[in-house]
């Protein structure tokens, strides 16, 4: 099996642009493995049971930005009308944890973002802004290497409704 030239996305998708996919898709283009494309995929936590999970893969061998984020409460703003109150993510590398996110909670693997820093490289991508500013929706700004990531999204004991998983590269 060859290895792809973009970036591979997986999640609970069937159609891409028209087109019918399985879950899967190389979303970059062969000649341009350095410019990887935004997604963005809704799915559903409970947070006892259920997680939302969507991968990822980074090709090449370069170092790539890349902003995570999982929209819960601001999915309101859009009509949404069951979000969690607050959601949490993990981004994994095979079976490494990289980076975990609790809303306004320093991380014991990654150091803390400001929100502000976030929001700006949000903006920079087009991604809508949160109406929480980072205080209850999970969100990540990681240097990453290539390879393959899983992003798990949840949320707290007791919570559940529809979340957004997006994968940026500012």
């Excluded at 799915?43 to 991968?55: K, L, N």
């Excluded at 009308?81 to 693997?109: D, H």
């Excluded at 949320?155 to 940026?168: F, I, K, M, S």
């Amino acid at each position: 099996m060859a290895l792809p030239n973009g970036i591979v996305v997986s999640g609970p998708f069937s159609h891409v642009n028209g087109v019918s996919v399985n879950g899967v898709v190389e979303l970059a283009a062969e000649d341009s493995p350095a410019n990887p494309v935004n997604v963005s995929a809704r799915g559903r936590v409970d947070g006892q049971t259920e997680s939302f999970v969507i991968g990822f893969v980074i090709a090449g061998t370069l170092m790539k930005d890349v902003l995570i984020r999982a929209p819960g409460p601001s999915l309101a703003q859009f009509g949404v009308k069951s979000q969690p109150q607050q959601t949490l993510l993990s981004v994994y590398r095979g079976t490494e944890l990289v980076s975990s996110a609790t809303p306004g909670v320093q991380s014991a693997t990654r150091p803390y973002f400001e929100p502000d820093n976030v929001a700006a490289a949000a903006s920079k991508v087009g991604a809508f802004p949160l109406t929480t500013r980072g205080f209850d929706e999970a969100e990540c700004l990681l240097s990453l290497p290539p390879g393959g990531y899983t992003v798990v999204i949840s949320a707290p004991d007791g919570q559940r409704g529809e979340v957004l998983g997006e994968v940026y590269f500012p």
